[in-house]
T-cell receptor
Framework: GAVVSQHPSRVICKSGTSVKIECRSL??????MFWYRQFPKQSLMLMAT?????????EQGVEKDKFLINHASLTLSTLTVTSAHPEDSSFYIC?????????????FGQGTRLTVV | GQNIDQPTEMTATEGAIVQINCTYQ??????LFWYQQHAGEAPTFLSY??LDGLEEKGRFSSFLSRSKGYSYLLLKELQMKDSASYLC??????????WGAGTKLIIKP
């Protein structure tokens, strides 16, 4: 399968600071990228969907000004958690897919564990 | 190295039971996840196992044996809508998710 690289894998930051997470498709062009967060033993929650060159579509209840998503190129999307607080501590996962068709697979990154102290 | 193995494809009959196996070798273990993914859609969480044993949720059950590096997802009373890919993923000691390639499940009437 295709490779999606997510960086960093773990990050600890102070409350009030911002953290940027990168998601790269290494061997394909990702027209669409998904960002998720997952709390321990809970389901994967879709935060937003981004298409290259356009604004991300956020799921209900997700603050777009707090979770900034940029998908400026076909191989890179970034999620910036602004003014992070301890309740933002979670596991963030990206996935990317190459096409827009219904039979196009999405591939996952390794995830980023964010701890806000 | 780290790896997750699961069958590439399986076929089953509507109304039957199917078991999808997953074996893993990772540096540390912080839980095993199963996800369902329909073609072209975002994956959905099915289960999380961190202790040995069977976890049942309706028609879906997941089993884990840490000593054997083995898990399975059991689907009962199969329905046509269960046709999808099933992904096994293990969280290692660095809290990274190691993904299997997925098992494509085909349900026949």
């Amino acid at each position: 399968g295709a490779v999606v690289s997510q960086h960093p894998s773990r990050v600890i930051c102070k409350s009030g600071t911002s953290v940027k997470i990168e998601c790269r498709s290494l061997d394909f062009q990702a027209t669409t990228m998904f960002w998720y967060r997952q709390f321990p033993k809970q389901s994967l929650m879709l935060m937003a969907t981004s298409n290259e060159g356009s604004k991300a579509t956020y799921e209900q209840g997700v603050e777009k000004d707090k979770f900034l998503i940029n998908h400026a190129s076909l191989t890179l999307s970034t999620l910036t958690v602004t003014s992070a607080h301890p309740e933002d501590s979670s596991f963030y996962i990206c996935s990317a897919k190459a096409g827009t068709g219904t039979d196009t697979e999405a591939f996952f990154g390794q995830g980023t564990r964010l701890t806000v102290v | 190295g780290q790896n997750i193995d699961q069958p590439t494809e399986m076929t089953a009959t509507e109304g039957a039971i199917v078991q999808i196996n997953c074996t893993y070798q990772t540096s540390g273990f912080n839980g095993l996840f199963w996800y369902q993914q329909h073609a072209g859609e975002a994956p959905t969480f099915l289960s999380y196992n961190v202790l040995d044993g069977l976890e049942e949720k309706g028609r879906f059950s997941s089993f884990l044996s840490r000593s054997k590096g083995y898990s399975y997802l059991l689907l009962k009373e199969l329905q046509m809508k269960d046709s999808a890919s099933y992904l096994c993923a293990v969280m290692d000691s660095n809290y990274q998710l190691i993904w299997g390639a997925g098992t494509k499940l085909i349900i026949k009437p």
